[in-house]
T-cell receptor
Framework: DADVTQTPRNRITKTGKRIMLECSQT?????MYWYRQDPGLGLRLIYY???????NKGEISDGYSVSRQAQAKFSLSLESAIPNQTALYFC???????????FGDGTRLSIL | LAKTTQPISMDSYEGQEVNITCSHN???????ITWYQQFPSQGPRFIIQ???TKVTNEVASLFIPADRKSSTLSLPRVSLSDTAVYYC???????????FGAGTTVTVRA
């Protein structure tokens, strides 16, 4: 969905490095989310934000942090990457009865 | 957040109708039902959403019985391009902790 843009699309890095994944949206939605998906599994929620001043932990927030720089921008950071954080990461916006979630195309992250 | 149960996988052939049933026995009064589709290496894409009875759009139909304890996504005349994972989610506008389970992998064969 071009309305939700994730960068980078692919990243390979080493254990211990700090990594930032960025997400921007043109949907005008207040709500934004970060998920991770492991092979053969569903999406698990890392963090979610209802507006610039509201950020909440999801079910697997340990090892991650986020920043909501503006309504349109929500970034995810791995302060010290570890191999089991290798996964496909998705950003999404929306998520209520009037605004079904819209997802980006994902960032494939590999940590060696 | 109501728990949902759906089949792990389903196989079909081109031109057939595919029906995926999702069980949500503890659905709450304000909960609505949403279905998403995900292709490999892409983010999920919204398909359809409903609260009760039947909803139809250009892609699918959603059937919800009166007790709302289950719902059925119907994909008419599937093609190879409908091969994907389909997720059923149940919740209201306050269910911020939306989680996608493993979904149903639908494989369409020629």
């Amino acid at each position: 969905d071009a309305d939700v843009t994730q960068t980078p699309r692919n990243r390979i890095t080493k254990t211990g490095k700090r990594i930032m994944l960025e997400c921007s949206q043109t949907k005008g939605h207040d709500r934004m989310y970060w998920y991770r998906q492991d092979p053969g599994l569903g999406l698990r929620l890392i963090y979610y934000s209802f507006d610039v001043k509201d950020i909440n932990k999801g079910e697997i927030s340990d090892g991650y942090s986020v920043s909501r720089q503006a309504q349109a921008k929500f970034s995810l950071s791995l302060e010290s990457a570890i191999p089991n954080q290798t996964a496909l990461y998705f950003c999404a916006t929306g998520g209520n009865s009037n605004q079904p979630q819209h997802f980006g195309d994902g960032t494939r992250l590999s940590i060696l | 957040l109501a728990k949902t149960t759906q089949p792990i996988s389903m196989d079909s052939y081109e031109g057939q109708e595919v029906n995926i049933t999702c069980s949500h026995n503890n659905i709450a009064t304000n909960d609505y039902i949403t279905w998403y589709q995900q292709f490999p290496s892409q983010g999920p894409r919204f398909i359809i959403q409903g609260y009760k009875t039947k909803v139809t759009n250009e892609v699918a139909s959603l059937f919800i019985p009166a007790d709302r304890k289950s719902s059925t996504l119907s994909l008419p005349r599937v093609s190879l391009s409908d091969t994907a994972v389909y997720y059923c989610l149940v919740g209201d506008d306050n269910d911020y902790k939306l989680s996608f389970g493993a979904g149903t992998t639908v494989t369409v064969r020629a």
